[in-house]
């Protein structure tokens, strides 16, 4: 199954709770991850979204071929 995008006006909802200038959630799944950021202005927008690609970039840099399967099956767990 593929991960959902995450619309923007959600995360602009979840900054407004958080009384945050900017957010960057992250969804996890067997098909891969997937992100999405909002931030209040042009330059915390694009700063947050550097952030975002950052991460994912990096998580994915770890993990291993081994890890990617227990992922997986982790995955396969949740929907028990």
Request: aromatic share 6%; hydrophobic share 40%; proline share 0%.
């Amino acid at each position: 199954m593929t991960l959902r995008k995450i619309a923007i006006s959600e995360a602009k909802r979840l900054a407004k709770v958080a009384e945050a200038d900017a957010v960057v959630i992250l969804s996890f799944g067997a098909s891969g991850i997937g992100g999405t950021s909002y931030a209040k202005t042009k330059q915390q927008c694009r700063l947050a979204g550097e952030w975002m690609d950052n991460l994912i970039d990096s998580i994915m840099r770890q993990h291993t071929e081994a890890a990617r399967v227990n992922f997986v099956e982790f995955s396969k767990d949740e929907k028990t």
